[in-house]
């Protein structure tokens, strides 16, 4: 079945300081990728749509300066938070939907936590 | 108003007994609908998606009410592996998925 990796799976990080995530999807391509956010007991909200080769679509309120979003390969798009505060602090989750396939098909990564000291 | 509505729970049910819970969503336009399953600090996994006609996939079975605009998720028999919080999904006329907060069910033995 289709396989999407991310990592790093976990990440503590001083505040001030980038970090990056990636999402890999290991058994198929992917045109667009989703990034998701998730604070504690609340819902996954998109963030934006990845697309290879162009430049990704933020959701409103999502700073495109803070959360700097690439998509370099048909397999691989990467979240880097810039200047990260505790208030970044949260579980992201990325999903890819294979080239060509529905969107109805969206396979999820394990997700990464990050929590900003 | 939240896009995609759901009863938090907790629904604390016994092994064996039946359990059900609904979602509301606020789109009418809204084309496709899914239930996911996450467990605690994982990803959501794809559980069922849900037809119009309703549809049964072994002890789960899944509702949609687009006159009412809510889906329901009927889960029988439950077993104690099904103690997780279920997420109701929607895809609206484009490709972003909405994500309900999710409710959440423990089974006790």
């Known amino acids: 079945g289709a396989v999407v990796s991310q990592h790093p799976s976990r990440v503590i990080c001083k505040s001030g300081t980038s970090v990056k995530i990636e999402c890999r999807s290991l058994?198929?391509?992917?045109?667009?990728m989703f990034w998701y956010r998730q604070f504690p007991k609340q819902s996954l909200m998109l963030m934006a749509t990845s697309n290879e080769g162009s430049k990704a679509t933020y959701e409103q309120g999502v700073e495109k300066d803070k959360f700097l979003i690439n998509h370099a390969s048909l397999t691989l798009s990467t979240l880097t938070v810039t200047s990260a505060h505790p208030e970044d602090s949260s579980f992201y989750i990325c999903?890819?939907?294979?080239?060509?396939?529905?969107?109805?098909?969206?396979?999820f990564g394990p997700g990464t936590r990050l929590t900003v000291l | 108003r939240k896009e995609v509505e759901q009863d938090p729970g907790p629904f604390n049910v016994p092994e064996g007994a039946t359990v059900a819970f609904n979602c509301t969503y606020s789109?009418?336009?809204?084309?496709?609908f899914f239930w996911y399953r996450q467990d605690c600090r994982k990803e959501p996994k794809l559980l069922m998606s849900v037809y119009s006609s309703g549809n049964e996939d072994g002890r789960f079975t899944a509702q949609l009410n687009r006159a009412s605009q809510y889906i329901s998720l009927l889960i029988r028999d439950s077993k104690l592996s099904d103690s997780a919080t279920y997420l109701c999904v929607v895809r609206d006329n484009d490709y972003k998925l909405s994500f309900g907060a999710g409710t959440t069910v423990t089974v006790r033995a």
């Open positions: 999903s890819a939907t294979p080239s060509g396939a529905s969107y109805n098909e969206q396979f």
């Open positions: 789109n009418s336009a809204s084309q496709s």
């Open positions: 058994d198929f391509q992917a045109t667009t």
